[in-house]
Nanobody
């Protein structure tokens, strides 16, 4: 059974950092794309970043390039999202999800197949 559990969210001041972690079970990362998404109140869910389990290729939304870094540990079956220089507009619930290589597009969240429950990130002074 595929399961994804996010952790690491919290309250942070603007300019601060957080590290989110997505623990995967029931499958191995090597064969999937893993994406991080976020959804703010009243807004659509958007793709933040993704990483291929096979070749490590990555995607970042323009809004987070240079601030966020996605990484994977296939041995631990975890995918982390390091978030630096956080802004109030980064406030959202963050989700990780599994996707299918050559099909799933992080710009289209509906193409991802299994989702975690989410973790809240609040950036505020």
């Amino acid at each position: 059974q595929v399961q994804l559990v996010e952790s690491g969210g919290g309250l942070v001041q603007p300019g601060g950092s957080l590290r989110l972690s997505c623990a995967a079970s029931g499958f191995t990362l090597d064969y999937y794309v893993i994406g991080w998404f976020r959804q703010a109140p009243g807004k659509e869910r958007e793709g933040v970043s993704s990483i291929s389990g096979s070749d490590g290729s990555t995607y970042y939304a323009d809004s987070v390039k240079g601030r966020f870094t996605i990484s994977r540990d296939n041995a631990k079956n975890t995918i982390d999202l390091q978030m630096n220089s956080l802004k109030p507009e980064d406030t959202a619930i963050y989700y990780c999800a599994t996707g299918i290589p050559s099909y799933s597009d992080p710009r289209q969240p509906s193409t991802f197949i299994s989702w975690g429950q989410g973790t809240q990130v609040t950036v505020s002074s």
